[in-house]
């Protein structure tokens, strides 16, 4: 697939994007480059290749998931204005 300057002012025009000739003429230019790219790729025969996850074949290091933070449920239910059965009580907003 290819562009024509047509296509890339009309392009342009619904994008609202104001550009001059010579942007029309080097995006045109560029577009056309990158959909060549695209059709290379398809090109090519993929079948019995698995997809992969990231292009670079590395393992991320992970910490091991331990809680740092104290429990201070009590202490903060402790200053709420209303507390019912360890839940916070709050008005009713919808009638």
């Not at 290819?2 to 392009?11: A, P």
């Not at 060549?36 to 997809?51: A, K, N, Q, Y």
């Amino acid at each position: 697939m290819s562009l024509s300057i047509d296509d890339v002012q009309r392009i342009a025009r619904l994008a609202r994007i104001a550009v001059t000739e010579n942007e029309v003429i080097e995006s045109h230019k560029q577009l056309n480059q990158l959909f060549s790219l695209i059709e290379e790729m398809r090109s090519i025969d993929t079948t019995g290749v698995e997809p992969m996850p990231h292009p670079q074949d590395m393992l991320l290091r992970l910490r091991d998931d331990v809680a740092t933070a104290t429990n201070r449920r009590e202490a903060f239910q402790a200053i709420a204005p209303a507390v019912e059965n360890g839940l916070y009580l709050v008005p009713k907003v919808i009638e």
